[in-house]
């Protein structure tokens, strides 16, 4: 079975600064994907970055970026320069592949910006 | 590419009625897709994974009466909640994972639905 966990349901950041949300996962699989998805008020589930645990550099997207931890099963996001638009509710998300590919899901954090 | 659209956006229905709900890889064949539901201020929760041509694998607890789950083709998959009552509203989202070779691993989500029961 795979689990992940997110510790905080909320979080704030000013505009203009860097916030970073946790999430730690467990799964007994050596080859993995990790995802952050935003969720805005219109309820589209948004991709905002993937991370192949192959691969030890961390995924970065724009003001997007990730602190991947194999070892410590971590696996947080950093945005930086945050903006109104950055909003939303974030889920962290794990893939170990198999025959189907399902994506489970952290019960998710709640982003505010505060102009 | 990799667009995923739901329909319809929004379904209120009465006690007792049928809805359907569909959804349709736009550019993409979908070797399978996936169905989630999730509650106000809550993360998704699978209710059913099917796969093009063959039965849908319901996960535990989700009633595969009920949620009736049909993948006829590559491009669309339908999820029909019977006999439907209050506790059945819920916003209802797809996502569909891409059968070209690349594995990225990534799903890729419709724009969800939100049915109310009366």
């Known amino acids: 079975a795979q689990t992940v966990t997110q510790s905080q349901p909320e979080m704030s950041v000013q505009e203009a600064e860097t916030v970073t949300l946790s999430c730690t996962y467990d799964t007994s699989e050596s080859d993995y994907y990790l995802f952050w998805y935003k969720q805005p008020p219109s309820r589209q589930m948004i991709l905002v970055i993937r991370q192949e645990a192959y691969k030890q550099q961390n995924a970065t997207e724009n003001r997007f970026s990730v602190n991947f931890q194999k070892a410590a099963k971590s696996f947080s996001l950093k945005i930086s320069d945050s903006q109104l638009g950055d909003a939303a509710m974030y889920f962290c998300a794990l893939n170990s592949g198999g025959s189907n590919y399902k994506l489970t899901f952290g019960k998710g954090t709640l982003l505010t910006v505060n102009p | 590419g990799a667009v995923v659209s739901q329909h319809p956006s929004r379904v209120i229905c009465k006690s007792g009625t049928s809805v359907k709900i569909e959804c349709r890889s736009l550019?993409?064949?979908?070797?399978?897709m996936f169905w989630y539901r999730q509650f106000p201020k809550q993360s998704l929760m699978l209710m059913a994974t099917s796969n093009e041509g063959s039965k849908a694998t319901y996960e535990q607890g989700v009633e595969k009466d009920k949620f009736l789950i049909n993948h006829a083709s590559l491009t669309l998959s339908t999820l029909t909640v019977t006999s439907a009552h209050p506790e059945d509203s819920s916003f209802y989202i797809c996502s569909a994972r891409a059968g070209w070779g690349l594995n990225t691993g990534e799903l890729f989500f419709g724009e969800g639905s939100r049915l109310t029961v009366l």
């Open positions: 550019d993409f064949q979908a070797t399978t």
